[in-house]
């Protein structure tokens, strides 16, 4: 039997269907405005992201894993990097009156779990997440260098985010990272690196080496090799 529906039951049906798809939509992790900026460190991140920051109509949030912790007062500082020019020093400026976000950061986003698939758990960093795309007035725009290998993840949990990835040539990176590539010796090796480690390159690599053998100190050399095999 075909069922005849009458024009206003029908009508009724549509709207609450359409409504329904509006309010899945709007979601945080449904939303297809949200810009998701990834790349390595000393890559050109940061002058994209304060590009965007210019822009009406953007809320650009500057690396919103970092240690720092933007959303809590006691913790940032207004020291600029070096290799940071024509930026004003309130990285925190987004995050002003996100106090919330505490209940949900941890700092062991920075060094830990760096791989990350997209069936990896932690639902800390997804509300986390979901709270910055929430709460920015006009559109969002999240600057991360700490998940390149997270992104499996991210395009599962937000799969409408536009992702842009940045990549560098890795000796400038390298020599970027270094700030003075003269002050490390070309024959230097990996436990000598610790006082140049300015991407906390040693820590990725004593992460990652559980997915990524090849990355173990003890296989190693010089800790540009260590340094292109991440990149």
Partial sequence: MVRVWPRQMLRRALWHSEMRRSWWERQPARRNDVIIITARFQTGSTLLWNLFRHLDGITAYYEPFDERRWFDPPSRHSRTPATHTNIRDDYWR???????????????????????DANFCDPDMKRYVE???????????????????RLPWFRHHFPAAT?????????????SCLLDPARFPPNGRIDQFSPHDQCHLRLWAQDLKYHFPFLDEKRLGHPYQMFYYIQ
């Fill in 131 to 149: 709270i910055l795309i929430d709460k920015a007035p006009g559109r969002p725009v999240l600057q991360f260098n700490r998940i390149d290998f």
């Fill in 163 to 175: 992702i842009l990835h940045l990549a560098r040539h890795p000796r400038d990176q390298w020599c």
């Fill in 94 to 116: 987004e995050y002003d009156g996100l106090a919330i976000l505490q209940q949900h950061y941890r700092e062991e986003w920075t060094n830990k779990n760096l791989y990350m």
